[in-house]
């Protein structure tokens, strides 16, 4: 059984900075297989953030871009989101995904297999 795992969440002041981390377990994953960051708002659909394959670069979203920072440790299959410079607006639940294989429309959630269980991010102003 697949399971993905988000740690890290918290409450930070803005321009603070907190580090996510996800681990997938329980099947092989190919060189490109997507692993990406999705956040969630109250009252707004879940955006994509940031992705990664183990083989490729990042690529974010354009509200994130320069701030926020997605890197990989293939050894223990756990993917990192390094957030800078937060802002009021980064507040969401954010949401760890994965996908077997990469895909064309990497920034649709619908493109991706496996779900964490969400982890909070408080900024405050």
């Known amino acids: 059984q697949v399971q993905v795992v988000e740690s890290g969440g918290g409450a930070v002041q803005a321009g603070g900075s907190l580090k996510l981390s996800c681990a997938a377990s329980g099947r092989t994953f190919s060189r490109d297989a997507m692993m990406g960051w999705f956040r969630q708002a109250p009252g707004k659909e879940r955006e994509f953030v940031a992705q990664?394959?183990?083989?490729?670069?990042?690529l974010y979203a354009d509200s994130v871009k320069g701030r926020f920072t997605i890197s990989r440790d293939n050894a223990k299959n756990t993917v990192y989101l390094q957030m800078n410079s937060l802002k009021p607006e980064d507040t969401a639940v954010y949401y760890c995904?994965?996908?077997?294989?990469?895909?064309?429309?990497?920034?649709?959630?619908?493109?991706?297999?496996?779900w964490g269980q969400g982890t909070q991010v408080t900024v405050s102003s």
């Open positions: 995904a994965a996908a077997i294989r990469r895909r064309p429309n990497w920034r649709a959630p619908d493109e991706y297999d496996y």
């Open positions: 990664i394959t183990w083989i490729s670069a990042g």
